[in-house]
């Protein structure tokens, strides 16, 4: 069993940056492909990014392409989603996760372990 934590939310003016976290239980997860996504209030859940277990290629939604980097560190467990020109739109709550099979997927079926999401407010 692997347990994500995400941190680094918080409320931000637009045109801000935030940077999230996300720390892994178990090492295991250097083998796993991860994803960040996001769920906005009254909408469903959606891909925002993914990174290949080596960080070699990564995956964003056209969304934030350009605005947000995916990158990991395996010696620490840990994912980030450093989030740059934040638009009130960005506002969600989001979620890290980890694909056992490695798969860089925009697909949430293929995600196997969840965290608890942190929000993050754009205000206008």
């Known amino acids: 069993q692997v347990q994500l934590v995400e941190s680094g939310g918080g409320l931000v003016q637009a045109g801000g940056s935030l940077r999230l976290s996300c720390a892994a239980s178990r090492r295991a997860i250097g083998t796993y492909a991860m994803g960040w996504f996001r769920q906005a209030p009254g909408k469903e859940r959606e891909f925002v990014s993914a990174?290949?277990?080596?960080?070699?290629?990564?995956y964003y939604a056209d969304s934030v392409k350009g605005r947000f980097t995916i990158s990991r560190d395996n010696a620490k467990n840990m994912v980030y989603l450093q989030m740059n020109g934040l638009k009130p739109e960005d506002t969600a709550v989001y979620y890290c996760?980890?694909?056992?099979?490695?798969?860089?997927?925009?697909?949430?079926?293929?995600?196997?372990?969840w965290g608890q999401g942190t929000q993050v407010t754009v205000a206008s």
């Open positions: 996760a980890a694909d056992r099979q490695s798969i860089l997927t925009s697909r949430e079926e293929s995600y196997d372990y």
């Open positions: 990174i290949s277990w080596s960080g070699a290629a990564t």
